[in-house]
C-alpha cells in the first residue's frame, strides 16, 4: 500500500508559476512510476505527466509539454511537479498517483494509488 499526500496547490496569475510536491509513504516507493493527473470542473480526469522508478525517463502530455517539469526525490519519498507560463486553462484539481511496477503509463486506471488531490487556480 502507498500513500499519497499533495501539497502546492493555489491561486497565481497567468503567466505565474507554482510548485506540486508530493509526498509518499507506506511500501517501498523508489521502483514505481509516478504520475500527475488533473481534473477541471465538469471535464473527465486527464495525464500530464509521469516519471518511471528510477527518475530517468518522463512523459508530458502536450498541453503541459514546454512548461511543466516532473522530477522526484527517492531518498525523500518525494515528486515533483514544477509548473511554469500557467494559463486559466491549466486550473484543475492536480493529483498524485502511483503505479505498482517502474514504468510511467498515461492512462489513470493503470495508476492503483491516487492522493486527495490540490487545487491549482491561475487568474486571467
Known amino acids: 500500500q502507498v500513500q499519497l499526500v499533495e501539497s502546492g496547490g493555489g491561486l497565481v496569475q497567468a503567466g505565474g508559476s507554482l510548485r506540486l510536491s508530493c509526498a509518499a509513504s507506506?511500501?517501498?516507493?523508489?521502483?514505481?512510476?509516478l504520475g500527475w493527473f488533473r481534473q477541471a470542473p465538469g471535464k473527465a480526469r486527464e495525464f500530464v505527466a509521469a516519471v518511471t522508478g528510477g527518475g530517468g525517463y518522463t512523459q508530458y502530455a502536450e498541453p503541459v509539454k514546454g512548461r511543466f517539469t516532473i522530477s522526484r526525490e527517492n531518498t525523500k519519498n518525494m515528486v515533483y511537479l514544477q509548473m511554469n507560463s500557467l494559463t486559466p486553462e491549466d486550473t484543475a484539481v492536480y493529483y498524485c498517483?502511483?503505479?505498482?511496477?517502474?514504468?510511467?503509463?498515461?492512462?489513470?486506471?493503470?495508476?492503483?494509488?491516487w492522493g486527495q488531490g490540490t487545487q491549482v487556480t491561475v487568474s486571467s
Open positions: 498517483a502511483a503505479r505498482n511496477v517502474p514504468m510511467t503509463a498515461t492512462t489513470d486506471n493503470l495508476y492503483p494509488y
Open positions: 507506506g511500501r517501498t516507493f523508489s521502483p514505481v512510476g
